[in-house]
């Protein structure tokens, strides 16, 4: 007979993590929101995490999406040129949410 320690039902569960592009933090994913680089190489919020593509993922705090955004971060992360329309759509994104402490 196995001891409660060791039973299956038991196990602490392990809250997948990703890293934020904008600021390098180690975050709980579901904290994070999920950019993607689409099929279509358009580079897009992706808030329901479920969109095909290569994922990238930012904290929902705007200071990591101007960092993320004005060092480039984002593109070398998803290996992508972002265009225009693309961060416009990003940087409106980014400002409907709240601006974290300035680093
Ligand atoms: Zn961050």
């Known amino acids: 007979m196995p001891d409660a320690a060791t039973?299956?039902?038991?196990?602490?569960?392990?809250?997948?993590?990703?890293?934020?592009?904008?600021?390098?933090?180690?975050?709980?994913?579901?904290e994070l929101i999920r950019i993607v680089r689409g099929l279509d190489g358009v580079v897009r919020p992706d808030p329901t995490g479920k969109a095909a593509?290569?994922?990238a993922?930012?904290?929902?705090?705007?200071?990591?999406?101007?960092?993320?955004?004005?060092?480039k971060k984002l593109e070398r992360s998803l290996?992508?040129?972002?265009?225009?329309?693309g961060r416009e759509a990003l940087v409106a994104y980014a400002q409907?949410?709240?601006?974290?402490?300035?680093?």
Do not use: F, H, M
């Not at 290996?79 to 329309?85: D, H, R, T």
């Open 7 to 30: 039973r299956p039902g038991l196990r602490p569960r392990r809250v997948p993590q990703r890293t934020c592009v904008g600021c390098s933090s180690v975050t709980a994913k579901r």
């Open 53 to 55: 593509g290569r994922g």
């Open 57 to 71: 993922y930012l904290r929902a705090d705007r200071t990591c999406w101007d960092t993320a955004l004005k060092k």
């Open 79 to 85: 290996n992508v040129a972002i265009l225009p329309e």
């Open 96 to 103: 409907e949410l709240p601006a974290g402490a300035p680093a």
